[in-house]
């Protein structure tokens, strides 16, 4: 059945995330705004290092002249420097972004995965608060916030929703492979959906392992079918799931700049792209950074073996095989996905 299936991969995951044991695992008991824990990081095309941002001076910082946001968030075991924000911050800043990363790398450190699921929540809640003043002191406009979350840190990006003021909706979030573990619950404050911002694009890279087999957004894009990334090694090692966990944002930075562009073809649902029910048709969205903010429903593409991914739109011959390509048995397959 699809029940003990997924407690095999929960299993697995639980396993990879052993915690129970250690000392140095904290839960913030009352999540303060602003949090010492918590801090926001301003870039842009002059302000390379990041400047500290603070509550009672903002508008000293560097917002002007205005510029449109990209709010980065970090995943389990990250901090500023890390996944997205490597990989993404200085191609946004000079593209003439204003960049703000979030850092509360000691609120998710490994092997803490639990509790930092817990205290993601309290970092939307601060995120929220410096947004809405952000925006109330005309630093930043409403419709310039968009939110960009890596695997944790894409949830983070759907709680911040929830503490923003009813009147100041979150323009966009993209969700970079949003992470599965500890979010398979059906109440949607407790994870990323589409009620969160006006527009919620998704790019899928782990379904099986690390990331959300579900869509959660307007448009989910599921590359290479969700389940593995070409040139990522053994399928059956957790480092590969890795791998194919951080594919999410190298595919994500190609797409700023790519000449070509990722196309995905649609499909109602994830069982019937499995049973090759739905031919390569002319309902192609492109996915990533440029996005069509129109795009709806659940899309498929597949990606060169190597960099540069994006096929652009000579994508119209996706495979849907799935031998050697995961960990778990073909035969129990069919049920996993059913869904
Ligand atoms: C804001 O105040 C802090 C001290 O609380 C200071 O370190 C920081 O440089 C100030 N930021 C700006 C942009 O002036
Ligand atoms: C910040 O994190 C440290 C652990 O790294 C913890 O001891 C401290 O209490 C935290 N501070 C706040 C305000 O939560
Ligand atoms: C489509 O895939 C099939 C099977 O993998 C292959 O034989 C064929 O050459 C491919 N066609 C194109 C246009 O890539
Ligand atoms: C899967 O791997 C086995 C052993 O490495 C190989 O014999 C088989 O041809 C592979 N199947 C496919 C479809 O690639």
Not at 109 to 118: F, L, N, T
Request: net charge negative; proline share 5%; charged share 20%.
């Amino acid at each position: 059945s699809i029940s003990s299936l997924s407690g095999i991969s929960c299993r697995a995951i639980y396993a990879a995330y052993e915690d129970d044991e250690e000392p140095n695992c904290f839960t913030l008991n009352e999540g303060k705004c602003p949090n010492e824990n918590i801090t926001f990081w301003l870039y842009t095309n002059t302000l390379l290092e990041g400047q500290q941002l603070f509550m009672h001076n903002l508008s000293d910082a560097e917002f002007r002249p205005r510029k449109p946001l990209k709010v980065l968030i970090h995943g389990f075991d990250g901090n500023r420097d890390k996944l997205p924000n490597n990989k993404l911050r200085t191609l946004l800043t000079s593209q003439n972004y204003h960049v703000i990363s979030a850092d509360f790398k000691n609120l998710v450190m490994e092997p803490c995965y639990s509790q930092a699921v817990e205290n993601s929540k309290y970092v939307g809640r601060c995120l929220a608060y410096l947004l809405a003043k952000l925006v109330n002191d005309r630093l930043v406009f409403e419709e310039d916030l968009h939110l960009i979350g890596f695997g944790l840190g894409a949830h983070i990006a759907g709680f911040t929703s929830n503490f923003m003021p009813k009147n100041l909706p979150l323009e966009r979030i993209t969700a970079l492979n949003p992470a599965k573990p500890l979010f398979l619950g059906p109440i949607d404050d407790d994870k990323l959906d589409p009620s969160d911002a006006k527009f919620v694009d998704v790019v899928h890279t782990d379904v099986l392992m690390l990331g959300l087999l579900n869509s959660v957004g307007h448009v989910d894009f599921y590359v290479n079918m969700g389940i593995s990334q070409p040139n990522c090694g053994d399928v059956k090692k957790i480092s590969t799931h890795y791998c194919y966990h951080e594919r999410a944002v190298t595919y994500y930075a190609e797409s700023i700049t790519t000449p070509v562009g990722f196309f995905g073809y649609k499909c109602p649902n994830y069982h019937s792209f499995m049973e090759g029910e739905c031919p390569p048709n002319n309902d192609i969205e492109q996915m990533g950074f440029y996005v069509r903010l129109g795009a709806r429903g659940i899309y498929f593409l597949d990606t060169n073996y190597d960099s540069p991914y994006a096929m652009g739109r000579n994508n119209m011959n996706l495979s849907h095989e799935t031998k050697n390509r995961t960990y778990i048995g073909e035969e129990f397959l069919d049920g996993f996905f059913a869904l």
